[in-house]
Nanobody, 116 residues
Framework: VQLVESGGGLVQAGGSLRLSCAAS????????MGWYRQAPGKQRELVAT???????NYAHSVKGRFTISRDNAKNTVYLQMNSLKPEDTAVYYC???????????WGQGTQVTVSS
């Protein structure tokens, strides 16, 4: 299973970015898809997850600003990030958990930098 992320970049505070993560390979069904981030000197933290049924969960720090969605036909998860803040600066990683065996896979990460 391979995960390819895209959409990161440099944006000014208050701006928006949309991240995408496409999964490919030996996939029959994906259970949970999610986004995590890791800022320099900090531990990786959960940003948002979405279940196969569409139920979403957000970190308190991004609730109301970020929206996670998924396209099951394309095995792709998205993260729409609005009202970005400098503290959102981090490497963002996508994670998928397969329905069969609940094995987890991570993307390579994409840099998001928010300037003040």
């Amino acid at each position: 299973v391979q995960l390819v992320e895209s959409g990161g970049g440099l944006v000014q505070a208050g701006g928006s970015l949309r991240l995408s993560c496409a999964a490919s390979g030996s996939i029959f069904s994906i259970n949970t898809m999610g986004w995590y981030r890791q800022a320099p000197g900090k531990q990786r933290e959960l940003v948002a997850t979405i279940s196969s049924g569409g139920n979403s969960n957000y970190a308190h720090s991004v609730k109301g600003r970020f929206t996670i969605s998924r396209d099951n036909a394309k095995n792709t998860v998205y993260l729409q990030m609005n009202s970005l803040k400098p503290e959102d600066t981090a490497v963002y990683y996508c994670k998928v958990i397969l329905s069969s065996g609940y094995k987890a896979y991570w993307g390579q990460g994409t840099q998001v930098t928010v300037s003040s």
